[in-house]
């Protein structure tokens, strides 16, 4: 049984050429599967940018592994692939509205009121019984591990420093190989927070599955309600951009993502002013030590 969603007996020569061209010629050989993943793509390819994999794989009513074949037969190396080659293939209003901006102030207003947007529409769409169950959450947890890489590594990084500002145990290793060892180790009475734009990261997902394995709370930080990030975890504040220009990816989202960090941290010190407010006043006497 082929594991293609194209029929077997093709040429063997490697496609060329858009991502629309490659599916026109590859139509004729696709399975029912991979057709009705076609016809998605080629209906709306700006939208398949701000999908999912498992956005995708609902959507055309296949699987997950039903999406990846159909991207390896169009010679693509997988769903991200895919989705960088569309977002660079499809004009996105936001981003043509930088590029068409008059000279660096112009780009400049046009960056920064993309991001006060994005940040506006996080306070109407994350869900506030899931934010107050995270805040609850990392609150009573004995130690809290926090893991991203990429561009989420610096908020990981951020966010367990803060944790710790307000006598949280927390951590965020910047190795991969630590934080899913890490994770592993973890206790049932610890929590695991990810944080990923996509959810999708294969790092990060490891991590959190080990976590999750291990007994901890697991909690995920990301863009899209249906993910593998979202499926692995207790516990999911969704919050970001759609945006997926390979060369802007994430960047009104990695905003977003790190304000909803700070509620997190400055709900838990109301609630907690106790252990907060004395963590806080150490932090602040050490801090002031390195100043001028």
């Known amino acids: 049984m082929s594991t293609s969603t194209a029929a077997s007996g093709g040429s063997g020569e490697r496609l060329t050429g858009s991502v629309r061209e490659r599916i026109r010629g590859v139509t004729p050989s696709l399975s029912p599967t991979g057709r009705r993943i076609a016809e998605i793509v080629m209906r709306d390819p700006g939208r398949v ?74 306070a109407s769409t994350v869900d506030p019984d899931a934010f107050a169950a995270v805040v609850d959450v990392v609150a009573q947890a004995r130690h809290v591990l926090v893991v991203g890489v990429g561009t989420s590594a610096p908020l990981a990084q951020d966010c367990a420093y ?13 190795d991969v190989h630590v934080q899913h060892v890490s994770a592993a180790l973890l206790r049932p009475e610890s929590a695991c927070l990810a944080i990923s734009h996509t959810g999708q990261t294969r790092e990060t997902l490891a991590s959190i599955t080990s976590a999750r394995d291990a007994g901890a709370a697991t909690i995920g930080i990301t863009s899209f ?14 919050a970001g951009s759609h945006e997926t220009r390979h060369h802007v990816e994430a960047r009104a989202s990695r905003l977003v993502h790190s304000a909803v960090l700070d509620a997190i941290h400055a709900a838990i010190a109301q609630n907690h002013p106790g252990l907060a407010d004395a963590a806080a006043r150490r932090a602040a006497h050490i801090v002031a030590e390195h100043r001028m």
């Not at 991207?71 to 989705?83: A, E, N, T, V």
């Not at 309600?225 to 969704?238: A, F, G, I, K, N």
Request: charged share 25%; glycine share 6%.
């Open 49 to 122: 940018v701000e999908l999912t994999v498992t956005d995708l794989a609902v959507e055309s009513g296949t699987s997950l592994a039903s999406v990846v074949r159909f991207c390896q037969d169009l010679d693509l190396r997988g769903f991200g692939d895919l989705k960088l080659r569309l977002a660079a293939e499809s004009a996105r209003p936001a981003d043509a509205e930088a590029e068409q901006a008059d000279g660096p102030r112009g780009i400049l207003a046009s960056v920064l009121r993309s991001s006060a947007d994005a940040l506006a529409a996080a």
């Open 162 to 174: 803060r944790f710790r500002s307000i006598g949280l145990l927390a951590e965020a290793p910047p």
């Open 225 to 238: 309600h249906r993910s593998p990030l979202t499926e692995v975890c207790d516990h999911s504040v969704v």
